[in-house]
């Protein structure tokens, strides 16, 4: 069974940066990884996704020009460096392993899920 962790949250000044990162442990497969958020009130979004390789990534549309997902080779280790972050991008983000494309995160559902982590940002 795969388990998935988050790391990296909190509160953080609009404008300011914070870098989530993310573990995959239980398995010899190297998976697609990615991330969701969902604020209060709010439909879940998807935010990014990178490829088991590292080669192809896939951002959402508020992701676009502000975070930058990696990892690092076929490790199930990744990490969401987000820049410039208004209020807006307060949310609960969550870490999925799923698959090995990054058209594996089209849909919301499915693959091995973190627990989530806050994020705040601060006005």
């Known amino acids: 069974q795969v388990q998935v962790i988050e790391s990296g949250g909190g509160l953080v000044q609009s404008g300011g940066p914070l870098r989530l990162s993310c573990t995959a442990s239980g398995s010899t497969q190297s998976y697609a990884m990615g991330w969701f958020r969902q604020a209060p009130g709010k439909e879940r979004e998807f935010v990014a996704a990178?490829?088991?390789?590292?080669?192809?990534?896939y951002y959402g549309d508020s992701a676009k020009g502000r975070f930058t997902i990696s990892r690092d080779g076929t490790k199930n280790t990744m990490n969401l460096q987000m820049n410039s972050l208004p209020p807006e991008d307060t949310a609960r983000y969550s870490c999925?392993?799923?698959?090995?494309?990054?058209?594996?995160?089209?849909?919301?559902?499915?693959?091995?899920w973190g627990q989530g982590i806050q994020v705040t940002v601060s006005s």
């Open positions: 990178i490829n088991w390789r590292g080669h192809s990534t």
């Open positions: 999925v392993a799923r698959g090995k494309r990054t058209t594996d995160f089209v849909r919301s559902g499915g693959g091995s």
